[in-house]
């Protein structure tokens, strides 16, 4: 094998920059950033699509649904608690039957769902319908045999001692 040298020539070469008109070099730097901006591009797609991405949207959506349903909650126990508080109110005012029991300690023990009320003479229960409250500003009517249902509570307690003081309160 043998190599000729005969044609090379001692000429500086050009340069690629001027082989390459303007033009050509400003269409090869738009190619090049189109083909960059699409790389990426898909890239983000193929993130926001991946099982992760979907799991952390799934996540967002169940956290503000939580939010939205704690929020509508708080709202209904506000409401609740509004609605409680004026019934009890009222049912104070209008004269319910004051129950009471005290613990080992001697302290009241509030009306709760279910609490069985007899009467402290006879040790026979309490009619159905009767509406009964206590020193803490728990009401209740009774049902099923005199027990406690349909609770409403007021905090105001400086009502309930001023219409037991009174002697308003059966």
């Known amino acids: 094998m ?4 005969d044609d090379l020539t001692s000429e500086q070469q050009t340069a690629p920059k001027e082989l390459l008109s303007e033009e050509m070099m400003g269409q090869i730097k738009i190619g090049f950033f189109g083909l960059v901006t699409v790389a990426c591009f898909g890239i983000g797609l193929s993130q926001a699509f991946s099982p992760q991405a979907r799991q952390i949207r799934s996540d967002i959506q169940q956290q503000e649904q939580q939010q939205t349903r704690d929020l509508t909650l708080q709202q209904q ?3 609740h608690g509004q609605q409680s508080r004026q019934l ?4 104070y005012r209008e004269g319910c039957l004051l ?8 302290n ?15 040790n026979q ?10 020193p803490n500003g728990a009401t209740a009517v009774l049902e099923d045999g005199g ?3 349909l609770i409403a509570v007021t905090p105001d307690t400086s009502l309930v ?3 037991i003081a009174k002697g308003e309160l059966r």
């Open 2 to 5: 043998k190599l000729d040298f």
């Open 77 to 79: 126990q506000q409401r």
């Open 108 to 122: 009241v023990i509030s009306l709760y769902e279910g609490m069985e009320v007899v009467d402290s003479t006879t």
């Open 99 to 106: 129950v009471y029991t005290l613990d080992a300690d001697g």
């Open 88 to 91: 009890a109110e009222e049912r």
């Open 147 to 149: 027990k406690v249902g």
């Open 125 to 134: 229960p309490l009619a159905d319908g009767t509406t009964v409250c206590d």
């Open 161 to 163: 001692r001023q219409l």
